[in-house]
């Protein structure tokens, strides 16, 4: 906290100022709520990491992928759920549909065995979702 490149701290620490004592102050929450968008694009994200970890195994045990790409089409369903519940535009509707349908196709594939099929399928599931991001995130 010392380096000359850290100026913000030290900036910070004194322009602070406290909260006047006749001030209420908010009361604090155990867990902030969040977007169900968002929580449904966490647990998206969890689970691809996942199921591209286990991808890169020499030989994935094709139970846990079966139930990560199960967690993940679910992820999807949820995310799409949300969107049209939040009104979210339609061009993001539609590419979570196609996200949800490639992801359900990776089911298919995870459950028969089909890794190099597989493996294509996260790979264009991950392109598209930078897409989505760069276009919609935030």
Same mark, same amino acid.
């Given at each position: ?55 890169? %195994? *020499?030989?994935? =045990?094709? @139970?846990? $992928?079966?139930?990560?790409?199960? #967690? ?5 369903? %949820? *995310?799409?759920? =949300?969107? @049209?519940? $939040?009104?979210?535009?339609?061009? #993001? ?46």
């Amino acid at each position: 906290g010392t380096s000359p490149d850290y100026s913000g701290l030290w900036r910070d620490v004194r322009e602070f100022r406290g909260v006047p004592t006749d001030v209420q102050p908010q009361p604090l929450v155990e867990k902030a709520s969040i977007d169900p968008l968002a929580d449904s694009m966490v647990r998206i994200d969890h689970a691809f990491e996942r199921i591209e970890k286990l991808l890169n %195994e *020499a030989s994935p =045990a094709t @139970t846990s $992928l079966t139930e990560q790409a199960t #967690l993940l089409n679910e992820g999807f369903k %949820e *995310a799409m759920r =949300a969107a @049209t519940k $939040l009104n979210r535009s339609t061009p #993001l509707q539609k590419r979570l549909s196609s996200s949800q349908e490639m992801s359900a196709d990776l089911v298919l594939q995870v459950k028969s065995s089909d890794v190099t099929r597989a493996i294509i399928t996260s790979r264009e599931m991950k392109t598209d979702c930078r897409a989505c991001h760069a276009r919609h995130r935030n």
